[in-house]
């Protein structure tokens, strides 16, 4: 049966979202794999130039469901190291201690989703049900499941209370338990070990020549963790391994992420012990002078890093984002060198992809004439009416039109 | 010990388990405190400041001076449920509900006077 | 003759395997969601996917072999429901019984797994045929564990029929001790014959969309679905009726409820047989099932010839 093409994407069961990756394939040996991105992107990047810094907290928070307040401290970091304006300590913990209820959400997802992968549906029954008990903690906090609304510039805009306190404390019990069983079935399960080790193995020289960050990384021995090598909102002060494992597959992406969950609920118990009493904002400009500032921000996924630029106005000049997810997958076709075409999903899986986080961009390569050229929206838009109107007959310029009138656009 | 089916016995405890499901619409949603749905205007409290029409981002809430009174209007489809125009109102004229269940079948139905 | 049609249409025929797949399916979903701590699909719900695919728009693929295409729903669906008719329900006696019958019924149950590799290579979609090399591949896997543990039984009571095996059994009934391993192996082969996770390679939705069955819509898909449903019938009945072959000989409706409970038995076993492993790899479990199981089940077939040898 020679040599065969597969396409995995744009659209698939093992995505969770699009992303296209062509595996051609000798047998069921890989032999190559050819990558495009670009399918989830949405602008974020150029709305944020349009729009004041307040309204931007929410359209950054909106980034990604699962690391939405990654983004949204990272923003507002950046943005208050540009204005000079030190937030108070018990703003810091509390975003201390969402963040770390974010993790733990995001580690248990990713178990369920990894246990999918390889078609073991029960472990993704009972992982996600035990991520209930922290989407109703973080519920109860913010009032929302994801996207939590909970920074503002110059602070956070709710507080916790005592009896909060208590309800987290009370669920980091819960969890704690319930992660050691985790453990246990992960090491010891034989057909889990067997579709997880060896595979998708990358070594320290290539995660630190390609620059892989988060629990990726740090399977295959690299120490590199933001919260440790350059502390942010509370972590200064809080007690905590850095975890890393030499097996550099995925099965020791799997081990990393769960010994991570026991020191986050280590992390969460220290920050609720030990929350400083005080304001929970301070007034912020609506002007931030001039300036630009980066902040790095450990999301549950690796290191994100956001850049702003401010003019004096109360709108930024340019905000540029670099999620995890974009580090990590430049690795993956070096992950996928002689595997099987059944380890493609897990391979993927196991970098934990989030390509909403990751599609930022804005260069397209003109694979026939070989140059660089920028193409603006206009053109763009321009460019798929014509298309349409020569291949298929339809003119969406007049489509959009009668919609326009009809009201409902 | 490795060995297959490590998760056996706790997968049988769970035939004598109450299933974990809820089975929304039957049962009604457990709604927490303080969760973000539709918004409610308090007229008399409003001065007309706009200050939440300049700190949405959607632009989805307009605020019209009619008679003695400002009236608001929102556009459900647009409203990102953040709660920044409530954060940014300094009279407390506006405040979420948990009133979520707001689909529609025709798109200027979503136009609504709160 | 009106009989022959009635027992070939309706009971245990057509409509009676076809209802039993129904039920059987059902049951294996909610033991299935219910060990998830789920609540599990209503009872209508098998029924209701049938009606369904049935219902909705056949599409077959450019390239496709049309007349190929069509027609192995309905070979594997024969096949099946032939295999049936020689599995003893309510008496010691099938149908269609004669001596030899448990070979039949094995070589009819190879029947729907040669289906789905030509269904998937006749589709020639991409995906359709990497499924259907890996069908034809965990083949070569499982069988022969199949046939060596379902024979197991019949060597030690001397002979190739039911009928007389259920007699053998009846008579020494001690003797279905010396069978358990036998029964443990076919039950994972079982698990292999009817492509349920760990060995649902073929079929695995996470890496190939649909596997071969990815280009067939409804009511070839219907059919197919069905097909999957009375195997899974047949292969339940099948080792109920080789491991426990007790209570044949009592009045045709008691010994129909014994039948039903057995099966039952047999279902619940592989659904939790389901639950608790992952999928593994083609080459893996290739090498799996040579390296442990074929072992074991050669030294069962030897246990029994030295039983036979010494104590009869």
Redesign the interface.
Known sequence: ?GT?K?PIGPQ???LKEPESFLISLNG?KITDVGMRLGYNHRGIEKAAEG??Y??????L??VCGICSHSHSTAFSQAVEEIAGVEIPKRAKYIRTIIGELERVHSHLLWLGVA?????????L??SW?DR?VVM?LL??I???RV?Y?MN?LGGV??DIDKEKQEHILKAVDVLEERTK?YI??AT????????LSGVGSISKEDVIKLGTVGPTGRASGVTRDIRKDDPYAAYADMEFNVITDTHCDVYGRAVVRLLELMETYKILRQAVKNIPDGDVSVRFPRRVPAGEATSRYEAPRGEDVHYVKANGTDKPERVKLRAPTMANLQSVAKMLENN??????ITIAAIDPCFSCTDRMIKIDNVSSGKLEMITWGDLRNQSIDFYKREHGLDFAELNKKYRER??L | MRRPGKMFREVLKHLLKRPATTTYPAEPARIPEGFRAKLRFFSEKCVGCKLCMKDCPANAIFIEKVGDTYEAIVHLDRCIYCAQCVYACNKSALEMTKQFELAQFDRRNLKVKI | MIMQLFHILIFPGFLFLGLMGLVFEYVDRIVYARLQNRKGPPFIQPLADFIKLTAKEEITPEHADVRLFRLMPVVAITAVITASFYIPLWSITSLFSFKGDIIVVLYLLTIPTVTFFIAGWASTSLYAMIGAVRTLTQLFAYEVLLFLSILAPAILADTWSFSELTVYYTTHPAMMLFNLVAFFISLVAMLGKLEKVPFDIAEAETEIVGGTFTEYSGRLLALFRMAIDIEMVVGASLIAAVFLPFGLTLDPFYAFVFYILKVLFVVFLLSVGRTVFARLRIDQMVSVCWKYFAPIAFAQIILILIIKGVVL
Do not use: S
């Open positions: 049966m065969v597969i698939h069961p093992a069921e729009r004041t307040i309204q931007n907290m929410p359209l928070e909106r246990g999918h992968e390889v078609g073991f549906d029960t472990l029954m009972y049900r209930e109703d519920a109860e913010t009032g929302n996207q609304a503002a805009r709710r069983y246990n079935i010891k399960e034989t057909t889990l070990i067997k579709r099987n075409l059944a380890d493609v999903p009201g409902t």
